[in-house]
């Protein structure tokens, strides 16, 4: 059992949100399900709670009411190899309302701040010329979902 595990407060929708990210991570299980009972603030036999892992990692998601949302000051950064797996996890990522954002951040449909970030992202911007790196920055300044052949052309100077 790891030692820390992301509690996410949700708004009824705790359930859903496990089947939808259990969905969206090939290396994903869904875990308990946890309900209602009776003399608590919300219905006998509604979900309560859920717990899942993604990518190794556990959550644990709560219906705990409108009172709290989640905001950007905290995200899930998901480190990534491929432009395949950018363009998969963002585009499950931004479906049913998701909104796009800046330099590889989004937003899911529960509100969730996600960075979908490539591996090659981090190793050009630390280059040891700082001219390179600062054309991998500029370029990635100016997208949306990160896009690995243009950070490399940043790169290269094209």
Known sequence: ??????FLW???KAEEAMNFYTSVFK????GTVSYW???TPYPKGSVMSATFELEGMEFFALNGGPMYKFTPAISMYVNCETQEEVDNLWNNLIADGGKESMCGW??????????IIPSALTKL???KDAEK???V????MKMNKIIIQDLQDAYDGK
Do not use: C
């Not at 290396?27 to 869904?30: T, V």
């Open 10 to 12: 949700f708004d009824g």
């Open 27 to 30: 290396n994903s299980k869904k």
């Open 137 to 140: 920055v500029q370029a990635m």
């Open 37 to 39: 009972g009776e003399g």
């Open 1 to 6: 059992m790891q030692k820390i595990t992301p």
């Open 106 to 115: 989004l937003v899911d449909k529960y509100g969730m701040s996600w960075q």
């Open 133 to 135: 790196s600062k054309r």
């Open 125 to 127: 911007m630390h280059d």
